[in-house]
């Protein structure tokens, strides 16, 4: 018996949702299954990772989808999209779960009220702008014959004013004090001078320094902020050329092989002029890889290769920071994507490596921890 479910059973958005599926199988024998989607007119588009479950007596399985409508609703009201997801086994009638998805308007309906308001309010004020023409006229002419007929005042004799009397000698007398004053200022200008001193000293503060860059670094732990796990190759020791890349519980030292340096081969050659870096092992001088050469397709598993640090192959990342201060590791060869857990946020030990989609919900986002260990302790 296999019993499916959907978690949400509606999702919103405005250009994906992104339900998932539990299949369980209550029966007593191992169930392979295969999941579709389907819903009226077509109106919406399927990804679903993984296609195919194989799932265990007892046991349950998680299928993570995506819904892309066809069509963007630029402007109005939400809109309900109902969708069937279905559960096909081999000899048996397929097993329909039935969800909706609610696409919301880009742009909400008041908002495009508001813009035809405010264009046809300006519309009208340019209009009104052109047409009104003030009346401009000037008086100069008058002005200038009044000024004309007018006679200049005869001038008048200017008052003699007394002259001050003569200070006496007890008035006097305080002046000798202001020469003093005199040569205290004198003095106030010397110490003037010492707080200028004192003002180029202030000047020679050193500069705040910038931050240091995420990379080059070496003798580094990479751990996934969801998942509380580190990137690791199984084992204690040295790894196998193609073998796979994981995740386990961190042990930043050498006795394990969790240690990465991460090597820049081109300072600018990422997007924005982000540094180009290969991620290599520090225990067996295997670079994190991907398969064949060139763009790698979503959810390919992360290996570990012989390195080549050019563009010709996948080996080359770039590192974009987050709000949370952690990283996005993106893989250069394919369409940036980013280094991820496998499955939605449930990854545990032994969990493999993939890229997928970047995203800050998941289980994409890197802490680049330096470990003091040296690499041959």
């Known amino acids: 018996e296999v019993r499916a479910e959907l978690v949400p059973p509606t999702v919103k958005g405005r250009f994906r949702g992104r339900p ?8 007593n024998t191992k169930v392979t299954a295969s999941v579709s989607g389907s819903d009226n007119g077509d109106q919406l588009s399927y990804d679903l ?6 799932i265990e007596p007892g046991r349950a399985a998680f299928v993570k989808a995506t819904l892309k409508p066809r069509k963007i609703i630029w402007f109005g009201a939400k809109e309900q999209r109902p969708y069937t997801l279905s559960v096909q086994r081999s000899g048996a009638n397929p097993l329909p779960v039935e969800g909706t998805y609610l696409q919301r308007g880009f742009l909400p ?7 035809g ?3 046809a309010l300006g519309i009208t004020f340019a209009m009104l702008w052109i047409a009104y023409k003030p009346n401009v006229s000037s008086g100069a002419t008058e002005k200038l014959a009044e000024a004309g007929s007018t006679l200049a005042p005869s001038p008048s004799a200017s008052p003699v004013l007394p002259a001050p009397p003569s200070p006496s000698p007890a008035e006097r007398s305080p002046e000798a004090p202001a020469g003093g004053d005199g040569d205290g200022k004198g003095d106030g200008g010397s110490g003037g001078d010492g707080g200028s001193g004192g003002s180029g000293g202030s000047g020679g503060a050193p500069k705040k320094e910038k931050p240091k860059p995420v990379v080059p670094a070496s003798n580094v732990v990479l751990r996934n902020t969801t998942t509380k796990k580190c990137a690791d190759i199984p084992g204690y020791d040295k790894g196998t050329k193609a073998g796979p890349v994981r995740e386990y519980t961190c042990d930043g030292t050498s006795h394990d092989n969790q240690l990465w340096d991460l090597e820049v081969t081109d300072p600018k050659g990422g997007p924005g002029g982000a540094p180009l870096f290969l991620i290599r092992n520090v225990k067996d001088r295997f670079c994190m890889d991907l398969a064949n050469y060139g763009a790698a397709p979503l959810r390919s598993p992360i290996a570990e290769y012989t390195c080549d640090g050019t563009t010709a192959d996948n080996q080359l990342w770039w590192a974009e920071k987050q709000p949370s201060g952690a990283y996005w590791i993106r893989n250069f060869a394919s369409d940036n994507k980013c280094l991820d857990v496998s499955g939605y946020s449930t990854g545990g030990n032994d969990t493999p490596l993939t890229i997928f989609d970047c995203s800050n919900t998941d289980d994409q986002e890197w802490l680049i921890i330096p470990q003091t260990s040296p690499a041959g302790e």
């Not at 998932?20 to 029966?27: E, F, K, M, S, T």
């Not at 990772?49 to 194989?54: F, I, L, T």
């Not at 309906?109 to 813009?115: D, E, G, N, Q």
């Open 20 to 27: 998932r599926l539990a299949v369980d199988n209550l029966g």
């Open 49 to 54: 990772h993984p296609s195919n479950v194989q």
């Open 109 to 115: 309906r008041w908002l495009a009220t508001f813009f």
């Open 117 to 119: 308001v405010f264009l």
